[in-house]
C-alpha cells in the first residue's frame, strides 16, 4: 500500500523554536506540497515541489520553508515558531492526479 | 480572492437519501477538479475527479458533475450511508499533471442513521 508518512502526529513547540516537519513518500513521486488545514479556512498551501532541490512557493510562505533533499523527502521548517502557526500540517504527494495526504501532523505552539 | 468556494459549510441527510455537496469556481485556468474526503485526525483521501472536457465523471455511488459556464461542479453520493460522514473538500488544478491544487474550505456532511 503506498504511503505518505508524517513523522509526527502530534508536537508541542515554544513560541521562538525552530520546527522540522517531515514527510516521506514511497510512490516515487515528482510533486510534494506541504498545506495547513484550519477552520473556516480549509486547506492552504505553505510550499510546493516538482523535483528535487526545487522549491515554490505557495499562497502562505511567510515564516516557513522547505528542504528537498532527496525525491522521497520534503521537510518544512518552521524558523521561529509563533502561536498563529499552531494549525494541522498536511504533507501530500503526486505524480498525476489526485493527491495522496499523510495523516496530518497537529503543531501546538505555546 | 477565493477562487474556490465551497459556500454550505455543513450538510446534513438521511442514510438512502441523495446527498449534493457543491463547489464554485472563479479561475478560468482551472481544467482538472478533485473531490477529496476527511475524517476527523486522519488526512483527506482522494475520491473522485474530473477533467474539463467532461461534464460527468462516476464512480459507484459517487458521480461529480462538471458545468464549465457556472464555474460549478457538484458531488453527489447516491446512496448516502453512514460511513460517508466526514468534511468533504473540493479541489481544483490548472494542470491535469496535478500541479499544486485550490482547496475549498471544505463541507462537513452528516448521514443520520
Known amino acids: 500500500d503506498v504511503k505518505v508518512t508524517q513523522s509526527s502526529r502530534y508536537l508541542v513547540k515554544r513560541t521562538g523554536e525552530k520546527v522540522f516537519l517531515e514527510c516521506v513518500q514511497d510512490?516515487?513521486?515528482?510533486?510534494m506540497f506541504w498545506y495547513r488545514q484550519d477552520p473556516g479556512l480549509g486547506l492552504r498551501l505553505i510550499y510546493f515541489?516538482?523535483?528535487?532541490?526545487?522549491?515554490e512557493k505557495g499562497d502562505i510562505p511567510e515564516g516557513y520553508s522547505v528542504s528537498r533533499e532527496k525525491k522521497e523527502r520534503f521537510s518544512l521548517i518552521l524558523e521561529s515558531a509563533s502561536t498563529n502557526q499552531t494549525s494541522m500540517y498536511l504533507c501530500?504527494?503526486?505524480?498525476?492526479?489526485?493527491?495522496?495526504f499523510g495523516s496530518g501532523t497537529r503543531l501546538t505552539v505555546v | 480572492d477565493q477562487q474556490v468556494k465551497q459556500n454550505s459549510p455543513s450538510l446534513s441527510v438521511q442514510e438512502g437519501r441523495i446527498s449534493i455537496l457543491n463547489c464554485d469556481y472563479t479561475?478560468?485556468?482551472?481544467?482538472?477538479f478533485l473531490w477529496y474526503k476527511k475524517y476527523p485526525a486522519e488526512g483527506p483521501t482522494f475520491l473522485i475527479s474530473?477533467?474539463?472536457?467532461?461534464d460527468k465523471n462516476e464512480d459507484g455511488r459517487f458521480t461529480v458533475f462538471l458545468n464549465k459556464s457556472a464555474k460549478h461542479l457538484s458531488l453527489h453520493i447516491v446512496p448516502s450511508q453512514p460511513g460517508d460522514s466526514a468534511v468533504y473538500f473540493c479541489?481544483?488544478?490548472?494542470?491535469?499533471?496535478?500541479?499544486?491544487?485550490?482547496f475549498g474550505d471544505g463541507t462537513t456532511l452528516t448521514v443520520k442513521p
Open positions: 501530500a504527494s503526486t505524480q498525476k492526479g489526485g493527491y495522496t
Open positions: 510512490m516515487d513521486h515528482e510533486n
Open positions: 515541489s516538482y523535483d528535487v532541490k526545487m522549491k
Open positions: 479561475n478560468s485556468m482551472f481544467d482538472y
Open positions: 474530473i477533467s474539463s472536457i467532461k
Open positions: 479541489a481544483a488544478s490548472a494542470n491535469t499533471n496535478a500541479g499544486k491544487s485550490t
